[in-house]
DNA sequence: TTAAACTTTCAATAAATATTGAAAGTTTAA
DNA sequence: TTAAACTTTCAATATTTATTGAAAGTTTAA
């Protein structure tokens, strides 16, 4: 496989992934260019190699810089801005995690524990059906929650190679 | 809050964390509704507390049980189906785990292990940087999925249990 | 200042995804 | 058998989400 193919299959690979998973795939694709690019790239070089907008890839490029897996790096002598992805595959799966605990599992949480003051009626089953499992969901939430902490705190070889070894 | 809205709360709080986890919004609540549902419902219920089509229920219904989170159940002089979500909240982990380790992590492994088939010029920076990235992504979704694996042998207890202590 | 170089915004449009509902298909009781 | 009871399918439609591109906004060099 010539290294133009290898790099659209990169591509498109991360892209699906990232359309699964709940992201636009237009930004797993982007992401994906960075992540494989040597140099810091331009809005135009994203533009280009994407087959994308100027509006489409600026905006893009801007969520990647919400989510800190990509920031803006000055090159003295030119006014354009380039941007460069982290390249560190820990550091990236952490501040993803970071980011999905703090916008999706921390809301949900507190859902589930503000649900858990309805108290119901002791001879109703579909009170006690629901107390059951929106009891059980916010245990289980919450675990994960502290989970995802643990994981924040931990160093990549502790995380894969102490903890993997003690459950196995 | 009374009931009905707790409930209301609830079907919309489990569709708002599916929806961000590229699922169905409609396969989350019907999924919502059958977990705090005491006894086995009909395609007609779950039309009918969702306001949502005959096709519309049956789709996501099958979808539920492709999942293995809802499963059919006779009720004996009855010619309906009814269904019941899995209540163990661990049990329900577990196979989101599988189904997801099925169907995205195991083809995006596959897809950077062809990849590092690619050899490429020593002295290209671009094929050197890709070569170093996917490598590197390789290894990590390797883990990952190693680390799923483990998680689906693991007992809940074993599992969290062992994990947060180290927290400490 | 000014104007060129560059970035951002956003209304319009396109594309993708979900939903409907009626028709076709299947099963069962009589 | 048959027809009622029930389930599934799928083309049409609606809804949501993503993308475009041109205009507005900002920064910088001269």
């Known amino acids: 496989m010539k290294f133009p193919d290898a790099k659209k299959q990169f591509i498109k690979t991360w892209g699906t992934l990232g359309s699964e998973w709940g992201i636009n795939r237009s930004m797993a694709q982007v992401h994906a260019l960075l992540l494989i690019a040597p140099k810091p790239l331009t809005t135009e070089d994203v533009m280009e190699e994407l087959s994308i ?3 489409n890839a600026n905006m893009n490029l801007r969520d990647l810089i919400n989510w800190t897996l990509v920031s803006k790096e000055l090159i003295a002598g030119d006014r354009k801005e380039y941007f460069v992805a982290e390249k560190d595959i ?4 952490r501040r993803i995690a ?3 605990k703090r916008r999706e599992i921390e809301p949900v949480l507190k859902a589930l524990i503000q649900l858990q ?6 001879s109703n089953l579909e009170h006690q059906a629901f107390i059951d499992t929106v009891g059980k969901l916010g245990k289980f939430v919450g675990k994960m929650d502290k989970s995802v902490e643990v ?3 931990a160093d990549e070889s502790w995380f894969f190679g102490t903890l993997l070894k003690l459950l196995k």
């Open 90 to 93: 820990w550091e990236i799966a």
């Open 117 to 122: 003051e309805f108290e119901g009626t002791k």
């Open 151 to 153: 994981m924040l705190k």
């Open 53 to 55: 907008s100027r509006g």
């Open 98 to 100: 970071k980011e999905r």
